[in-house]
């Protein structure tokens, strides 16, 4: 990450006791009073210096920061004291490289009341929700535009610095002590590229959200919240970020701030809308060993794809034919549905015919359940009933199965049934290998409200599959 020096300085201590040393007898007598100020400490940002803090953009190789409006910091003097007054408001300018952006200052002055004699105080800066001795790390952060973060600062951005008294003034660097995730998706398959970002949401094994201590060295890491469903996410809203073919900040560079820490897993999830279908759901990803150190950043670039289940043609929607070109028979799919923890998932992004769609089911695969056997189900060859019922089987609508268990299952999308595009998304019927008798075969069919078998004529139009 790109670290830049903050140096602030005192440039006026003004006196209100005897016994001066000369040089602050100098600087009263040369320096001209301020009523906005009169009685005031101020701790200045040197002119001469690249300053950043808590607005930033990514350059290529990591995280400019300026200030913004409404940034506050605090100096320890024994007690934490907040800055009374500041010239943010003055300094701010637009963003050249963002038109659109928030405006931003490189250089501060803040001012505080009370003594400042020492040799040295730290400073602390813990975003606009911080009080100086916490830092709140926001579960929900906002970035409408791209490579603006613009919100870190009321997302859990923070930092600390050593001022030290030179000649009547203090000099000090802050340094960040925050986390930071730099997101530069793109994908090289058109059907995603179609598509918007959205958002972004990580989730952690550890607590990432929540109220942390804060002190002279940062974030306070054994304050970390108990970790649950509402402290180990955050969730990063877009403004519809385009998806280029390659890797480019301009278009959709997307940074979450968090707390520092070794992570054993980040899960990544990608929300992504296809105007196309008008389906919104997600391309994951999962991150194992993960270190994210005080006041660096990661860059995350990723490309996105989803599986492709083809076209609607004669390779992918057929009639049935006996054996139905070895799909499975109905015994098997009673295992399937019965035994196989049948999971409906809204969620996982596939594509087919050229555009995305959510929606399709989770099973386990057939060497993860105990008695598979094609012969029979329940000790019933199921093959031999000419007029079965339709059969209901208990499911889950969690999305998908757990992820430490994924290997363990296969997906089936709801590709439609009986014409082409029919239901997709919504349902998914898939020839079996078993006659029904007369014009009739056994159906696996699954939606979002129930899976079972049931049967349609030969006519119907439907997918052939495998046993998996």
């Not at 003004?14 to 009263?28: I, K, Q, V, Y």
């Not at 990580?202 to 970390?224: E, P, Y």
């Not at 609508?397 to 009986?418: E, S």
Request: net charge neutral; charged share 15%.
């Amino acid at each position: 990450m790109k670290t830049n020096a903050l140096s602030l300085i005192s440039i006026a201590a003004l006196l209100l006791f005897t016994g001066c040393t000369s040089d602050e007898t100098t600087d009263r007598i040369t320096k001209p009073k301020n009523p906005d100020t009169d009685g005031l400490t101020a701790f200045v940002v040197e002119d001469n210096k690249p300053q950043t803090r808590t607005t930033g953009e990514y350059d290529g190789s990591g995280i400019n920061f300026y200030w913004t409006a409404d940034d506050h910091l605090w100096v320890n003097n024994g007690t934490l004291r907040k800055d009374v007054k500041n010239n943010i408001a003055d300094l701010l300018v637009p963003n050249p490289n963002i038109p659109t952006g928030v405006k931003r200052a490189a250089t501060a002055k803040f001012y505080f009341d009370g003594t400042y004699a020492a040799n040295s105080y730290y400073v602390h800066y813990t975003g606009l929700l911080g009080t100086g001795d916490k830092v709140n790390f926001s579960a929900v952060q906002n970035q409408p535009i791209p490579n603006d973060a613009s919100h870190l600062h009321a997302s859990g951005d923070c930092g600390t610095g050593l001022a030290q008294r030179v000649e009547g003034r203090y000099h000090f660097t802050l340094n960040h002590k925050a986390s930071y995730l730099t997101f530069i998706p793109y994908s090289t398959q058109e059907s995603v590229r179609e598509g918007v970002l959205t958002a972004i949401q990580i989730t952690a094994d550890q607590a990432i959200a929540g109220q942390f201590n804060f002190n002279d060295n940062g974030v306070v890491l054994s304050s970390r919240p108990v970790a649950n469903s509402s402290t180990m996410s955050i969730y990063l809203k877009l403004n519809n970020f385009e998806i280029p073919t390659s890797p480019d900040p301009t278009k959709n560079a997307s940074i979450i701030v968090l707390p520092p820490g070794n992570y054993s897993r980040i899960d990544v999830e990608y929300h992504i809308h296809s105007n196309a279908t008008n389906m919104t759901g997600i391309i994951f990803k999962r991150y194992t060993g993960v270190n994210l150190a005080a006041g660096k950043n990661k860059k995350v670039s990723a490309d996105l794809q989803v599986k492709n289940y083809g076209a609607y043609n004669t390779n992918t929607f057929r009639e049935w034919s006996s054996p139905a070109n070895g799909c499975p028979n109905v015994n098997e799919c009673y295992w399937y549905f019965l035994q196989g923890y049948p999971t409906w998932d809204s969620k996982t992004l596939w594509e087919a015919n050229g555009h995305l769609y959510t929606g399709g089911m989770w099973f386990l695969k057939r060497s993860q359940i105990s008695g598979f056997n094609a012969s029979h189900y329940g000790g019933v060859d199921r093959t031999a009933l000419n007029n079965p019922q339709y059969e209901i089987a208990p499911y889950s609508t969690n999305g998908h199965p757990n992820l430490a268990l994924t290997n363990r299952f296969f997906f089936m999308p709801a590709l439609g049934y009986g014409y082409v595009g029919g239901g997709i998304g919504g349902a998914g019927r898939y020839w079996t290998s078993t006659n029904r008798g007369g014009n009739t075969a056994y159906v696996w069919a699954f939606s979002a409200t129930s899976v079972g078998v049931g049967n349609n004529i030969y006519q119907m139009l439907m997918p052939w599959w495998i046993v998996q």
